[in-house]
């Protein structure tokens, strides 16, 4: 390979496979196909815009509505993300109100200025359009905005094309018989001359389609396209019926104004003779085509994923346009996108090649050069069975093949949409479709538990260890805590059923009173607005029945609003704030201690404490002698994380904590352990390095036993050590019944 050869290794794969022989004659027809319909298009953008006042340069709007199309199609082409044929020209839904713009300009001037001034100032203020909207679509590129469009619903996209599908339809009569398909034309269509007309292109249409949905792999379209362009000739040939007397009874496109491909770049004095001051007044109208050609694009672009079964990188398709758009404004031309209906054309004749595009571009050069009389030989049969065609399969796939593959809330979504599109326009129904997306998930959404999982405090307690009456006292009365762990976005339709089973916990009269509510937010994304109302109503039933509730995990974001709403305030003690779930936990369980007077103030000596496992006070005695009296202050440390293991201790009074020592210097609590509690008693049977650090809340009293000590119990008091072997089993038992429960009632 020479070095020439293998600076572009992937231009020069992608030329290879555009001209491949595969495909070749799909992506050659398609892309004339996509071109003439493009050009009947154009004409009639050019028709609506230069009326009136500019009826005169028709012509030279037809030039510019070419030169626009072109250029557009060709850039989007080569710089698109997709190879599978994505045309992109004047966009449909901007023409009203550039036709409107130009209008209100012309109005704006004086009624004996030159035509020449109207006609810059149109030019400029079309052409600004496009620079504008380009601009704008190539910052949206560049900050990668297009993911956006993901958040839009799958059936939203769905009706979506099948509102296109209409239209494409409706457009399919339009091209045939020159007639609107409405209820009001109804008569007029089924008049025999009409019915003539519109009638072999809808069985075209249909036996296509039956045909490419039958047989998909074979080039149904492309191959059904010069058939039925040949057998129209032939039969002209048959009838004796003349080109003239073809275009006179409406047969073939056309007539077209003469020199209909007259185009010349925005000049310095095209600049000058604008009236810059009416064009201002429109920056609005500017304003409102940006936005509609980006959401067209990013709907097309997203449409054409679920056809063409491939990813398209949104944001590279909104540089795509930016680019073109900028080169059609400098040259005067119109703003344009991606347009779904000539995308899919291509796409569903089977082309899937930039060829496609490339070759629509090809097709307005050719019409901006020559001029339109050539496209005057397309029959209207044909041309109109295509898009009758592409419409069927747009509304067969959403309004028959969705019926089995959508839920029916979803197929309900594409069918008001539809119904939407065929009544206003594009847009408005894709409007009317998320407004009842909207409304439809925030009724699903409501339906969601916001609680993911419901503790009480007697099958789920914090991760302090206390003594045996206090654990007894807790499971007792551990019914009092009731524990909503909350999950999601809680707005107003969540937060109302949250309120709800508040109330039902309340009211149950097969369980105790409630005195506690701990309300846990680790897996709470944000809140409504509208939740701090359903706040304040729960301040007001915690005030009335006396229950005190705890807000755990609380972020900062959601902290701050509750504090905005006035419900986090300083004098107000219905709701306490705490860093996680444990710590809630605990501070509940220690009031419920205190209201029992059985909190660690009240904790015995650990002599009378061993008795309640030691039957003999003499051994009980015996044991005192091997252990080791210890009195540390608070924050201090016992032993840190890694230490050898040296056995266990009794912690008599005061409070200690197990804390992991992370690798980024910070330290996590995971245990916490009051007076009348065994700690560090693995260390006992194993020699690993101790797990964890045990530092000193307050100022505690601790009993130390030795492995060596515990060695010699071995040997002088062994009917002692089988004894506290006992003890040590039935604790490790204990702690292991209670979260095995807590475990349970987890998966439940």
């Not at 016992?638 to 230490?643: E, I, K, S």
Request: with cysteine; proline share 4%.
């Amino acid at each position: 390979m020479t070095l020439e050869s293998s600076k572009f290794p992937n231009l020069q794969r992608a030329i290879a496979a555009e001209l491949s022989p595969e495909g070749l004659f799909s992506s050659l027809v398609a892309g004339v196909v996509v071109g003439a319909i493009g050009v009947t298009m154009c004409i009639s953008y050019a028709a609506l815009i230069f009326s009136e006042h500019l009826a005169e340069f028709l012509t030279a709007g037809i030039g510019i509505a070419f030169f626009s199309a072109g250029i557009i199609c060709a850039i989007v082409a080569v710089l698109s993300s997709s190879p599978a044929g994505m045309i992109a020209i004047p966009l449909p839904a901007a023409v009203p109100i550039l036709a409107l713009m130009v209008a209100e300009i012309g109005d704006r001037l004086p009624e004996d200025a030159p035509p020449d001034i109207l006609f810059s100032s149109a030019i400029v203020a079309i052409g600004l359009t496009a620079l504008i909207t380009g601009v704008f679509l190539l910052i949206l590129g560049l900050l990668k905005a297009g993911e956006l469009i993901r958040f839009i619903p799958y059936p939203v996209v769905g009706g979506f094309l099948a509102g296109v599908g209409w239209l494409l339809f409706e457009g399919g009569f339009a091209v045939t018989t020159g007639e609107e398909l409405n209820w009001a034309q109804l008569p007029v269509l089924l008049a025999p001359d009409l019915l003539l007309r519109w009638l072999p292109a809808l069985a075209f249409a249909v036996a296509l389609l039956l045909l490419s949905r039958r047989y998909p792999k074979f080039p149904v379209l492309p191959v059904g396209f010069v058939v039925a362009l040949v057998s129209f000739y032939l039969i002209l040939a048959f009838t004796d019926t003349s080109l003239a007397a073809a275009t006179d009874g409406g047969w073939l496109l056309g007539p077209f104004p003469e020199g209909g491909g007259s185009w010349r770049p925005v000049g310095l004095e095209t600049l000058k003779r604008a009236n810059w001051s009416a064009i201002g007044d429109r920056l609005g109208d500017m304003g409102a085509i940006t936005i509609i050609t980006t959401l067209e694009l990013l709907l097309t672009a997203s449409s054409m994923e679920l056809i063409t079964n491939r990813d398209i990188d949104l944001n590279r398709e909104l540089r795509a346009a930016g680019v073109a758009n900028l080169l059609s404004g400098l040259g005067g031309g119109l703003v344009g996108s991606h347009v779904t209906s000539l995308s899919v054309l291509a796409t569903k004749m089977g082309a899937s090649r930039r060829l496609v595009a490339l070759s629509a571009a090809a097709v307005f050069a050719v019409m901006l050069a020559v001029g339109i009389s050539v496209l005057s030989l397309f029959p209207r049969v044909v041309l109109g069975g295509f898009l009758l065609l592409l419409g069927l399969s747009f509304l067969v796939e959403w309004l028959y093949d969705a019926w089995f593959e959508l839920p029916k809330s979803d197929y309900f979504l594409v069918i008001v949409i539809l119904l939407a599109i065929a009544t206003f326009e594009l847009l408005e129904g894709v409007a009317v479709g998320l407004v009842v997306a909207i409304v439809l998930f925030v009724i699903n959404y409501s339906r969601i538990d916001v609680t993911k999982h419901t503790f009480s405090g007697a099958n789920r307690k914090s991760y302090v260890q206390r003594s045996r009456d206090q654990e007894l006292l807790l499971q007792e009365r551990g019914e009092k805590i009731y524990i909503l762990e909350l999950q999601g976005f809680i707005f107003f339709g969540t937060a109302n059923k949250l309120l709800k089973q508040v109330r039902e916990r309340l009211g149950a009269e097969d369980q105790p009173p409630l005195r506690f509510l701990v309300l846990d937010f680790r897996l709470v994304n944000g809140l409504d607005s509208s939740v701090v109302v359903s706040f304040a109503k729960l301040r007001q039933i915690a005030q009335k029945e006396n229950l005190a509730i705890a807000l755990t995990n609380l972020q900062p974001a959601v902290e701050s609003q509750l504090k905005q709403g006035e419900i986090l305030e300083s004098e107000d003690s219905t709701f306490r704030v705490f860093a996680d779930l444990d710590r809630g936990l605990e501070w509940c369980e220690d009031r419920l201690l205190e209201e029992s007077k059985l909190d660690d103030s009240g904790v015995s000596p650990l002599p009378e404490q061993l008795r309640r496992f030691i039957a003999e006070p003499r051994d009980v005695e015996t044991l005192m002698g091997y252990f080791q009296y210890l009195e540390i202050a608070a924050g201090e440390t016992l032993f840190r994380q890694g230490d050898p293991s040296d056995g266990l201790y009794f912690l008599e009074s005061g409070r200690v904590s197990v804390v992991f020592e992370l690798e980024d210097g910070s330290e996590k609590r995971v245990q916490t352990y009051t007076g009348g509690t065994i700690l560090g008693e693995m260390g006992l049977y194993q020699n690993a390095p101790r797990s964890a650090s045990v530092i000193a809340e307050e100022n505690s009293d601790l009993y130390h036993l030795s492995t060596v000590a515990f060695e010699k119990i071995e040997t002088e008091q062994p009917q002692l050590a089988q004894e506290f072997h006992k003890a040590i089993v039935r604790l490790l038992s204990a702690r292991l019944k209670q979260r095995s429960a807590e475990l349970q009632h987890l998966l439940q």
